[in-house]
Every structure is written in C-alpha cells, then in structure tokens.
C-alpha cells in the first residue's frame, strides 16, 4: 500500500503575523506557568519551548557548565526561529543567565522583532516557590534574580508575585495587539 506523504492541506486560516514571545527570569518566576497558560490562550498555532524541556535531553553524566548553557540556549532560540518561520506564535521559557544569553537572543531572533518579557518576583516568594518545587537546587532563584534581568532591555515587566496568571496573560496579549497594529 502506498502512502501519500505529502497530503494536500487546507489552506492556512487568515490571522495575525506570528510572534516569538521570550520570557526571562529567575528559576520559580512563573515563566512557564506563564508560558503553559498564554499558550492556551493564543491557541492551536502556539509553540511552548522552555530550556527545561532541552536539559532533559542532555545525558545526566554530562557536565553542567557554561558550554552546555550557551550551546542548549542557542538551539532553543534556533527552534524558536524555525517555528516562527513556518507561521507559529513561539513562546520561549528561558534564563539569560549571562551577557551572551542575550545577545544570542538578539543575533538569532533579531529579525521575528521578539517581545522581551521579564517575570520578576521578590526573593522571599522565589525561595518559597524553589521549596514547594522540591525539583531545584536551593539557592539556585535567588542567586539568578540578582542578574538575569541585568542584560535585557524589555517590552513588559510583569511582577509575578503581585500580579494574577490572568492579568499577566492579559498585559502579554495586550503588547502583542499594540505589535500587530491595526
């Protein structure tokens, strides 16, 4: 029996031009309850891509260290552009744990003109969210809120510890419409 690989598609429904949205923030910000729930909220065409998500790839006896930081941020931000390409809003779940993180965010998404959004959160509630998450190296928020946002210039800062899922949801959608334009 043949297989026909290559099955004619319907064409694409009329919407917006995608977006890459980059969330930044110290561990236990909220960045991917963010990222889970705006997805949902922008619907079938949005891809969720959190760093997590590549660390799991990585073989447990290979070395932690800044190589494979910089060489699995690269591919995250690469993907994001692939995705981007073939039509997708792209939601990016990431640390720019140095300089160079966010330079490469600008060098391999520069032209998609990504909303930089940065989930800042006060060190007691980041520590609280580390402990009930029992799945982090203690310390490890509480170190990064001292300068993951100290290399990025943002489109919106949200406030996770004083603000609602929702209306952080609600202020990403609302910088997304004032990006599209009428």
């Not at 561990?27 to 990222?35: A, D, E, H, Q, V």
């Not at 003109?113 to 580390?130: D, K, M, Q």
Request: hydrophobic share 40%; with cysteine.
């Amino acid at each position: 029996m043949e297989h026909d690989h290559n099955p004619p598609r319907s064409p694409p429904a009329e919407r917006a031009a995608a977006h890459v949205i980059v969330l930044n923030g110290p561990s236990s910000s909220g960045k991917t309850t963010l990222g889970r729930t705006l997805q949902r909220t922008l619907g079938s065409h949005a891809v969720l891509l959190p760093i997590d998500l590549l660390w799991q790839a990585i073989h447990k006896d290979r070395p932690n260290d800044w190589s494979l930081f910089e060489l699995l941020t690269g591919v995250l931000f690469e993907s994001a552009l692939a995705f981007w390409k073939r039509g997708s809003d792209v939601i990016v779940d990431t640390v720019f744990e140095r300089r160079e993180c966010a330079d490469l965010c600008q060098d391999v998404l520069g032209r998609a003109a990504p909303i930089l959004v940065g989930l800042h959160c006060n060190v007691t509630e980041l520590e609280r969210r580390e402990a009930a998450r029992g799945d982090r190296r203690r310390g490890l928020a509480a170190r990064q809120a001292s300068h993951v946002h100290s290399y990025a210039q943002y489109d919106l800062c949200l406030h996770t510890d004083r603000m609602t899922v929702d209306e952080c949801v609600a202020q990403v959608v609302a910088i997304l419409a004032r990006a599209t334009g009428p």
